[in-house]
């Protein structure tokens, strides 16, 4: 055993100049300096190895195999060193199947997040297609209609302040998990209790509420995860997920509607859910195995706000009620409302919610009975507002980011890119509201012009949260958030009835989001802030 493990020492020794006698260090080096030059890839090698289960034999059979042929590949000449380098690049290529098996822990968290934000929307929207048949079948009218869609928003609202109080208690991770499980099992559920209006209004309610937890899940993951100049990029990935998903939840709600019948895409929306979170559950326990295994070869591992996260829901889940009484506590409330950014933040994402709520419940509407297109052709032009804001949002994020990091101050970046989400679906709703004589076309235009270009807001409003306060990141968007689901409410029940009483559009729809974009860019521009606060100093302060 002992002559056999030797055996390479002996190659060498023979190549080095044979004999008893040791030549001197430089003429050594050469024949060694292909065998360093290989090592830089063994972790590969071994990276491999684990990944096929291998435990502390396959490392060594990895060594052997790769290190060993590399020390005598001199009598095989140039041609042993080129099949050495294709059984290296082999390996990598298997090394990047899947293809986010290379990828950063950060970057792995962020895209199945923004995977649960398109399943999001997917059930956001698959209701306002279905309103349609569903209000023919059960003889609905609009302020009916409006009722049931507007009920998504009261558990939306409800759930903000708590999904960001628990997001920063438990990690986002965690309460993400949760809320996918819950909106999933209440979407599959609509089509027992839709003849039922209170089960059908608590259904909804109950999606809202998974769903309302959501954001500010995505936002302590983002927080605690991110750099700041990426965080752009970031949140443009994951909140352009909700776009992604309105795109798909139109695309294929009217064939499956029109095919199997409008329970049929409650049911397969729901079991999209389910399968995200089996898949998130062994995306995890993976992703834990690795860096255990690249910690034992003393290599550091990367991602740590997936890690943190982790930490802080197995922490947290031995926690006392009085523990999280005290925790609930030691939130700085009242400095959250004495700053003027806070509160323009608010104002802000209530306007912005405004046009966006309505004009995602009634749009479908809007276009099947203004401009007289049938269901699937009204869902095929509803598709065009979110597809061109998943367009915008993949120019506006590089672009504040580039802004950011060519020393541009970031209160001036948000600004600009809020305004320009504001001012731009103003002006196109007046095109719009107003009697020109132009060809249904144009309207659509028009329409998806300025609500693409509101998807600015991810790079101005989204991005303040963590700009000020990366530790209350989660509960300031709850705070947002609830205020912002308020049009939800209010708006989208408010637009019914306005149709019901004044048969125009113009008025129900276009005259309350323009007064609430204009008036939004103004006090956002007098008061916005993403200078760090903080808080916590601010209320032992006062």
Known sequence: MAASALQPERHLHLLAGGGGRRRPLPRMLPPLAPLRHRRHRLPLAVRVSSGDGGGGGGFTSAVEKRSVPGAVGEEHGAKGEEELDGEVAAGALELRWPPWEGLAERYKLIGATSLAFVICNMDKVNLSVAIIPMSHQYGWNSSTAGLVQSSFFWGYALSQLPGGWMAKLFGGRKVLEVGVLTWSLATAIIPAVAGFMPGLVLSRILVGIGEGVSPSAATDLIARSIPLKERSRAVAVVFGGLSFGSVLGLLFSPPI???????????????????????????KERQLGDNEGLLNLGQSSTGSGGLVSSAVSL???????????????????????????????????????????????????????????????????????????????????????????????????????????????????????????????????????GLALSSFAFSGLYCTHQDISREYASILLGITNTVGAVPGIVGVALTGYLIDSTHSWSISLFVPSIFFYLTGTAVWLAFASSEPQDFSKSESES
Not at 350 to 365: D, I
């Open 257 to 283: 509607i029109q095919n199997l019948g409008w329970e049929s895409v409650f049911y397969i929306f729901g079991l999209l859910g389910i399968i995200w979170c089996i898949g998130f559950e062994s995306l």
């Open 315 to 449: 922490e947290s889940s031995d926690s006392s009620l009085e523990d999280l009484q005290n925790s609930l506590k030691d939130v700085p409330w009242g400095a959250f409302f004495k700053s003027k950014a806070v509160w323009a933040m608010i104002y802000a994402h209530f306007c912005g919610s405004w046009g966006h709520y309505t004009c995602l419940s009634w749009l479908p509407t809007f276009f099947s009975e203004e401009l007289n297109l049938n269901l699937t052709e009204a869902a095929w032009v509803s598709v065009l507002p979110p597809l061109g804001s998943m367009v915008i949002t993949s120019i506006a994020a590089p672009f504040a980011d580039n802004l950011i990091s060519n020393g541009v101050d970031t209160t001036k970046v948000r600004k600009i890119c809020q305004t320009i989400a504001f001012v731009s679906p103003a002006i196109f709703m007046i095109l719009s509201s107003v009697d020109l004589g132009l060809p249904p076309w144009e309207i659509v235009a028009f329409l998806t012009s």
